[in-house]
């Protein structure tokens, strides 16, 4: 029975596909603009361990109303990837709140592509995500957020495809993969015609997909780094560096990055200016997760007209963890 009625729920589903809708994103009458990142979800469907992680997404969403929603990749963890796939992102389609995803390594390991997960979910109403036909990967796009006025862009939310593990040989580069360069020249080319648009100025973004960045481990091996949350296992970044991180210091554009992966890690740390980041792991018991405090989600709150804004976590029972502000909090004192 509970079969036959998720069948229905996504012949249902189907039928408001058909009449999906794109909203815009814009800031807030008070000027700001919330965003939750739920991350590893693991999600395995008809799985008892997966609970939880329903569970504290709807919680979360309850308690903070976000104005955006973006899963950073391995969103499901298990076999029927489709229904696994729906009900992982079930708490944002019944709540109708503008959401995009990206992939992380195992979301295409369960016998449907990168491209045929996009497709199943393109058009369901309020999903942002998109894809950039020619390059590498296939959830990389760019949204912006307009201002309360919806009269320019001031805010951008760039979203890539991290990829999942190296394509050269083995004894080559091993382990996970990397963004690559034509998605790098695609985000430089971007960000200088945004730049440009805004008058030569540099519009306030931030950055979101699944591995981190080889600079996370530059940033942590700083002594006097002002290192927020937990940090229980050493990046698992890519054995190589494409440049993404230099390429955004000489845009001038994003002041963080957000992303997932390593699920017992939830910390944030300067590096050269721009905060690198990671969620809170969202998921449940279907993957490793011993994370103090439980599973849970990270909230960037922007304001409009300023290059800054505040962090946090809220994890079981509504307790908020780890707020800081960038640049305030993290700018050294000669």
């Known amino acids: 029975m509970r079969r036959i009625v998720f069948t229905l729920g996504l012949l249902v589903l189907g039928i408001c596909f058909l009449h999906a809708q794109k909203p815009e994103l814009k800031f807030g009458a008070d000027k700001t603009f919330k965003i939750v990142q739920f991350t590893d979800v693991h999600w395995i469907y008809n799985d008892s361990r997966s609970d939880i992680a329903g ?34 992102l079930e708490p944002l389609i019944t709540r109708k709140i503008p959401f995009a995803v990206t992939w992380g390594n195992h979301d295409d390991e369960q016998g449907i592509s990168r491209q045929e997960l996009f497709d199943l979910i393109k058009d369901i ?14 959830t990389n796009f760019v949204l912006p957020v307009k201002s309360a006025d919806g009269k320019k862009e001031s805010a951008v939310l760039y979203v890539f495809d991290s990829n999942s593990y190296s394509t050269l040989p083995k004894k080559v580069v091993d382990g996970y993969g990397w963004i690559a360069l ?9 960000s200088k015609e945004l ?69 017992v ?4 740390v300067n590096w050269r200016g721009i905060l690198l980041g990671y969620g809170r792991y969202t998921g449940g018991s279907t993957v490793y997760h011993d994370i103090p405090q439980g599973n849970g989600a990270r909230i960037i709150e922007l304001t409009e007209g300023k290059r800054a804004f505040k962090t946090w976590e809220r994890i079981a029972g509504g307790k908020i963890i780890n ?10 004192e000669d």
Not at 323 to 332: A, G, H, L, R, T
């Open 55 to 88: 569970e504290r997404m709807n919680e979360v969403l309850d308690a903070e109303k976000p104005d955006f929603v973006i899963y950073t990749g391995d969103i499901i963890f298990g076999k029927p990837a489709k229904e696994s796939l729906l009900k992982a």
């Open 125 to 138: 109403p309020n999903n942002l995500t998109s894809t950039v036909q020619g390059i590498t990967g296939v």
């Open 182 to 190: 034509d998605q790098i020249d695609w985000y430089t080319k971007t």
């Open 195 to 263: 730049t440009a648009k805004n008058g030569g100025q540099p519009i306030p973004s931030l950055a979101f997909f699944h591995i981190p960045l080889p600079e996370y481990h530059e940033a942590v091996l700083d002594e006097k780094a002002y290192l927020v949350g937990t940090r229980k296992e050493v990046a698992c970044a890519p054995k190589i560096n494409t440049g993404l991180g230099a390429s955004m210091l000489q845009a001038g554009d994003v002041m963080g990055v957000f992303v997932g992966h390593d699920h």
């Open 265 to 268: 890690n939830d910390y944030v």
């Open 323 to 332: 707020e800081v502000n960038y640049p305030s909090d993290f700018i050294k």
